[in-house]
């Protein structure tokens, strides 16, 4: 079961070349725990960094994170986050199996139960025959895959994606969205899903966080519930699908952003 996340008063700046740069002012927010929430805003408002801050990788100037009643700290040192990026990072002088290993390796787990939880993982993603192959032989939404196999390895209640699929193509993009769904279904974990994609959120979310720029703000909170219970690729057509889209749209005012 995933963790409930409280993002209370957070400030975020930076000094960049003598200057300030406010990237995020007063965020508050509640994720729950067991959903999928999407961070979705134009590039530059602050995404990246609020999964930075919730990580722990980042400390606030002001304010705090709080991971089901602990410091983002503890929670970072619990290991309650697994962070996928938009590019998958794997070594690739390992194989798939050892790159899915690794955070293992880290922890000491002894070699066989390595073998058997990293086997599990790349079974969750449907990748286990590739398990010998190494990354240069996969496509790259199979090497996503392993990226996000590798982040499930010691079962975080917490998968932080920051635009994991922007960087591949529509139909690897529709089948990891799937995959997405099912993996938060199946394991109630907390998603927090970065995009700059209004679509990408509305099939994606249970609800979505829209922020604005300069300095990042939540600018709306939208809760998107279908009717029909299951999100398979066919509800993008229907009405209701295109109704959230335009809502969500609309709290942007007609500023740019890209559809991805
Ligand atoms: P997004 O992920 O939404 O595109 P980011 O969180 O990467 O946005 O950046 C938000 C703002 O903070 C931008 O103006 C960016 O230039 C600035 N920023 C991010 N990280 C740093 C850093 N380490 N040093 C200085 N400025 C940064
Ligand atoms: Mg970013």
Redesign the pocket.
């Known amino acids: 079961m995933g963790s409930e996340i409280v993002i209370d008063q957070i400030d975020?700046e930076?000094?960049?070349q003598n200057e300030t740069?406010k990237?995020?002012s007063n965020i508050n927010l509640n994720i729950p725990a067991g959903k999928i929430v999407s961070?979705l805003?134009?590039?530059?408002?602050?995404?990246?960094?609020?999964?930075?801050l919730i990580s722990d990788l980042?400390i606030p100037t002001g304010g705090k994170i709080v991971v089901d009643g602990n410091e983002a700290r503890q929670a970072r040192l619990n290991r309650d986050f697994g962070i996928i990026f938009q590019k998958p990072t794997l070594l690739e002088w390992r194989s798939v199996l050892d790159n899915v290993a690794l955070p293992l390796e880290f922890l000491k787990t002894n070699k066989k139960e390595r073998k058997n939880i990293a086997m599990e993982q790349l079974r969750i993603v449907g990748l286990e025959k590739f398990a010998k192959h190494y990354p240069w032989q996969l496509s790259g939404g199979m090497q996503q895959r392993v990226a996000i196999a590798r982040a499930l390895t010691y079962d975080p209640p917490i998968l932080l994606m920051?635009?994991p699929f922007s960087a591949l193509d529509e139909f690897t993009k529709e089948k990891l969205h799937l995959e997405v769904i099912r993996i938060q279904e199946r394991t109630k974990k907390t998603i927090v899903f970065?995009t700059?994609s209004i679509p990408e959120a509305v099939f994606l979310s249970h609800r979505i966080i829209v922020?604005s720029?300069?300095?990042?703000r939540v600018n709306h909170i939208v809760d998107v519930e279908f009717s029909d219970s299951a999100r398979t690729l066919s509800i993008r057509d229907d009405l209701q699908f295109h109704d959230y889209v335009s809502q969500v749209r609309n709290c942007f005012n007609g500023g740019a952003i890209d559809e991805g």
Do not use: N, Q, Y
């Open positions: 975020m930076f000094l960049a740069i990237a995020l961070l805003g134009p590039s530059g408002c602050g995404k990246s960094t609020l999964i930075r980042l920051d635009e970065v700059h922020l720029a300069h300095p990042g």
